[in-house]
């Protein structure tokens, strides 16, 4: 009899939940009695409407997620480990806290989401838009961003250790005090971003755009910056040592008391930048552009400026000694005898240097 009895009632849920003129999940479940939070884990909500749902702290891990809509669903605190949201629509959606270690969200619109302090490390969100999104202090150590569209995105003091940004959209992104140590960021477009303070050692920036970037005592202590563009970036105090810098444009970029030691700027465009109190120290310069750039009081002991151009360029108080000259464009003869008698090598002149010396 308890049998037949529980048959009906699932009949006569079964007719409700067909009749119910809604196509939201959370009205459907409070129907059939099922609680949201608890009775989904690994079950196939692909297309389905969770819009404005509330699923604080909601079990979902590895959900089937795809193509649903979560546009301002609350998921503060929820888990979705190894969740599949790719293409869903997660507009204004709540997802502080949440654990999202591992799930895939290719394609998935998360513009203005909320996901501060979540936990998003291997998280795969290639190709999705998450443009003005909060990510403050989110651990994305791992994730993968390529070709996504990041513009005005918060991932201030994020971790994202090892990170894959390559092709991204990070325009205007507020980056500051991010730790970004051995990301990749290639080809990445940064124009306008903040990051100052950030880390970036040993990250590879190959060909990103950072023209107007604030980079101030940033980080980039062994990274690849070759072909990048940083036309007018601040890299005031900026750690640029054995940065790898070939061909970089720096045309104008301000890097006042930055340390660029050991640091390979062959072919680099310092056209106009202002280098007062850096440290090249042992830098290669080689076939550098430095016209009218800024190196009063710099450090240039035992710096290579083979081939530079050094026209216009602002050289006093600058300690050269041991530094390497030759074959340089823009060096008067008095000034080569100036430097010479500060313990400039030229090179293509060491019979002049003896003279001097006496």
């Given at each position: 009899?308890s ?17 119910a003129?809604?196509?939201n999940?959370?009205?459907?479940a409070?129907?059939?009695g ?6 989904f884990?690994?079950?196939n909500l692909?297309?389905?409407?969770l819009?404005e749902?509330?699923?604080i ?7 089937n997620?795809?193509?649903a ?40 619109d ?20 998450l443009i ?6 989110a ?8 070709n ?6 918060d991932?201030s003091n ?11 959209d ?30 970036l ?11 107007r970037a604030r980079?101030?005592?940033i980080?980039l ?8 563009d940083?036309d007018g970036?601040n ?11 070939l061909?970089t ?5 301000d ?20 280098l ?14 430095l ?17 530079a ?11 050269v ?6 074959k ?21 002149t060491t ?8």
């Amino acid at each position: 009899m308890s049998d037949d009895k529980s048959l009906d009632h699932l009949q006569v849920m079964i007719q409700q939940v067909v009749a119910a003129e809604t196509g939201n999940l959370s009205q459907l479940a409070a129907i059939a009695g099922l609680n949201l939070a608890e009775d989904f884990a690994e079950a196939n909500l692909s297309d389905t409407n969770l819009s404005e749902a509330e699923l604080i702290e909601a079990d979902l891990r590895g959900t089937n997620l795809r193509r649903a809509q979560l546009s301002d669903a609350n998921l503060r605190g929820a888990d979705l480990r190894g969740a599949d949201l790719r293409g869903a629509d997660l507009r204004g959606a709540d997802l502080r806290s949440a654990d999202l270690r591992g799930a895939n969200f290719r394609e998935a619109d998360l513009k203005n989401a909320r996901l501060d302090s979540a936990n998003l490390s291997y998280a795969d969100f290639n190709s999705a838009e998450l443009i003005e999104a909060d990510l403050r202090d989110a651990d994305l150590r791992g994730a993968n961003f390529s070709n996504s569209k990041l513009c005005g995105i918060d991932l201030s003091n994020a971790k994202l250790r090892g990170t894959n940004l390559g092709y991204a959209d990070l325009r205007d992104a507020n980056l500051r005090e991010a730790f970004l140590m051995r990301a990749y960021l290639g080809s990445a477009n940064l124009r306008g971003a903040d990051i100052a303070g950030a880390n970036l050692s040993e990250a590879d920036l190959s060909e990103v755009k950072l023209s107007r970037a604030r980079l101030m005592g940033i980080n980039l202590k062994g990274a690849d910056l070759s072909l990048a563009d940083l036309d007018g970036a601040n890299l005031i105090r900026a750690n640029l040592s054995s940065a790898h810098l070939l061909c970089t444009n720096l045309r104008g970029a301000d890097l006042i008391r930055s340390n660029l030691s050991s640091a390979e700027l062959r072919g680099t465009d310092l056209r106009s930048a202002d280098l007062s109190l850096a440290d090249l120290f042992n830098a290669n310069l080689e076939n550098a552009n430095l016209i009218r750039a800024n190196l009063n009081l710099a450090e240039l002991g035992g710096a290579n400026f083979s081939g530079a151009d050094l026209t216009d360029a602002d050289l006093r108080s600058a300690n050269v000694e041991n530094a390497r000259f030759v074959k340089n464009k823009g060096i008067s003869q008095e000034t080569r005898l100036v430097l010479l008698r500060r313990g400039a090598i030229f090179e293509d002149t060491t019979e002049e240097r003896s003279e001097v010396l006496i």
